[in-house]
């Protein structure tokens, strides 16, 4: 073993000693302790991944990303991935693509429809109004708070040409009836997975490959996914766009490499073996492949420090996909006797969810008022989250959408989704919890709904 790779060794070995003396979670304590809406779940195997990936001091893009592309593609079912800054840039990605002059006939111009939904994150919507297209909203199915089906035909006019939508919490939408919708009228689906990392959707007609469960992310023309630290994996800031089209995929890597026409990996040239030999419309002959711009791009990679971290977290993803199942099946079975009360979220028939959350609506006859649920809970230092901007409608940035049949559409009544945000509220099951903190949630949960005031918690110094 040559020096170098001896001290290395060291080096890591430490590093994993220090991570289990330093990140070792203390014993939960309640009135004391933080029960958090979300968080990331690691041991020294992340920090570990990432010293090693700060040794070799790549900093951008490198033998990790590739690693992690490659892994994360496998896992999903997809031909390609590539790795992003953020799952809002892998939303937007994934809509520029479909702008691109590569398609034809079939890219979405400025001026063409595209339907979504007003309950839920914004970035699901923005790269719809940022080109120019006009989001066409629909509401919330009431049992599963996902894209209501039924209202797509509604929806559709002679400009409608995709169709960005997300699982909601990580609970997967109808797949079936929107890829068919998507197939009849030969419209793009953009999957938005952030929030259902490692979900499954048993499809009945196979929509592109043989029927039977795949995880999502797979379904869609293409699909994203955000590793920030609330989500089921992180790597900090990052995210992903995953698709089986070739030309979507040439696409996505240029406008994420600053829209370059040349697909040589970072730290590499002349791949294609005639670098100054290429020959294009304006530019001079042999005009040099690495500065040759097929788009108006960006640059939207992720680092190999980040991808490190992801390549630790891949390997215990369906660890942590278990776990959010367990702790949401604990606490909907603490809620299940005060379903006069408040209604919780059930899974889309044939799915199989990875929750983000357990997400609850107060029912309006039962008297109880959502604000105060919020209040005991925080109170006893629960974190509570809304079902993200409620009605983006609502919301300040509404302002942007222009006029009403011009700059957007609103298809129907957004009556489930203004339910959602008057009287919704979820809380965390992330793969971090003990058993300590969901008894806890569970009994200050109870508590509130029950309309009894919550055991006062005494102050730990």
Known sequence: MSE????RKQILALVDEYARLAHTPRPFTPGRDVVHYAGRTFDGDELVELVSASLDFWLTAGPYATRLETRLAAYVG????????????????????????DLGDRRIRPGDEVITVAGGFPTTVAPIVQHQAVPVFVDLDPLTANID???????????????????????PFDIDA????????????VEDNCDARGATYDTLDGIRRAPGPRRTGSFGHVATSSFYP????????????????????RVMESLRDWGRDCWCASGKDNTCGKRFSWCFDGLPAGYDHK???????????????QAAVGVAQLRKLDAFVAARRSHHAMLADALAPFADRVDLVQPTPRSDPSWFGLLMRVRPESGLDRRDIVAQLENARIQTRMLFGGNLLHQPCAAELGEPGIGHRVVGSLDVTDGFMERGLWIGVHAG????????VADVLIAAVDGRPARRMQPVC
């Not at 170098?4 to 001290?7: M, P, R």
Request: glycine share 6%.
């Open 4 to 7: 170098t790779a001896a001290l």
């Open 149 to 171: 089906v039924d209202m797509l035909e509604h929806a559709r006019s002679r400009r409608t040409r995709a169709v960005m939508v997300a699982h909601t919490l990580g609970n």
């Open 433 to 440: 919890m003990d058993e300590a903190q969901l008894g806890h």
């Open 230 to 249: 609330s989500h089921h994996i992180t790597t900090g800031e990052g995210g992903a766009v995953y698709t089986d089209d070739p030309v979507l995929a």
């Open 291 to 305: 500065y040759v711009y097929a788009r108006f791009g960006y640059n939207l990679k992720m680092t190999d420090l």
């Open 178 to 189: 929107v890829a068919a919708f998507c197939r009849r009228h030969d419209l793009w689906l």
């Open 78 to 101: 997809v031909e390609r991935c590539l790795l992003v800054n953020s799952g809002s840039s892998a939303n937007l990605l994934a809509f520029a693509a479909l702008t691109a002059n």
